[in-house]
């Protein structure tokens, strides 16, 4: 089956960095995702890690390792507005969509302290 | 560029009750359409995917269905809505290419009472 499992709830405090891990177990993997969302809000895009080794996009970066079925999304200079959930997604790939499936996880719900 | 609508933006029906959302998008054609339901507190659950006009694949066995009558437009729709299909839907897209990256729209938030 498919599997992806994060961390339920963290809490950084504002300026310092934090790590959410990502682990998964799926068939068919083409690439991992780290979506945003705010509440009440949808998911924007924030990386896309398709080989090992780590994706960086100013404060954020993105690790893989498809050898462990395991990424982590970095946050630095944590700010107030990134409490957020954050959704860690797999793509696996399907034979008559080129595009493939998301599988998320349950997302993590990070809270920004001052 | 690309833009992706839906509508409503928010909804109260009574249980029984039909639905359709629509979603459409803008600025790419053929693109893979996807629907999801969050429940509240919960992860995304992808409902229908649908790679063209008229193919719809369902994930999850549900009293729900989507058609796709446009190359850039997908509907969800119910005879008979239920409690338990309270939730908030997201339109999604990707152009057709494997590498491409997924798009949500800004989501359709469904109270049934």
């Known amino acids: 089956g498919q599997n992806i499992d994060q961390p339920t709830e963290m809490t950084a405090t504002e300026g310092a960095i934090v790590q959410i891990n990502c682990t998964y177990q799926t068939s068919g993997f083409n690439g991992l995702f780290w979506y945003q969302q705010h509440a009440g809000e949808a998911p924007t895009f924030l990386s896309y890690?398709?080989?090992?080794g780590l994706e960086e996009k100013g404060r954020f970066s993105s690790f893989l390792s498809r050898s462990k079925g395991y990424s982590y999304l970095l946050l630095k200079e944590l700010q107030m507005k990134d409490s957020a959930s954050y959704l860690c997604?797999?793509?696996?790939?399907?034979?008559?969509?080129?595009?493939?499936?998301?599988?998320f996880g349950q997302g993590t719900e990070l809270s920004v302290k001052p | 560029s690309q833009t992706i609508h839906q509508w409503p933006a928010t909804l109260v029906q009574p249980v029984g009750s039909p639905l359709s959302l629509e979603c459409t998008v803008e600025g790419t054609s053929n693109p893979n359409l996807y629907w999801y339901r969050q429940a509240a507190g919960r992860g995304l659950q992808l409902l229908f995917y649908?790679?063209?006009?008229?193919?719809i694949s369902s994930e999850v066995p549900q009293n729900l269905s989507a058609s796709r009558p446009q190359d850039r437009q997908f509907i969800l729709s119910s005879k008979k809505l239920l409690l338990s299909d309270s939730g908030f839907y997201l339109c999604a897209w990707i152009a057709s290419a494997s590498t491409d990256t997924q798009y949500f729209g800004p989501g359709t938030r469904l109270t049934v009472l």
């Open positions: 890690n398709v080989l090992d």
């Open positions: 649908s790679v063209g006009i008229g193919q």
């Open positions: 997604a797999v793509r696996v790939t399907m034979i008559y969509n080129q595009g493939g499936k998301l599988i």
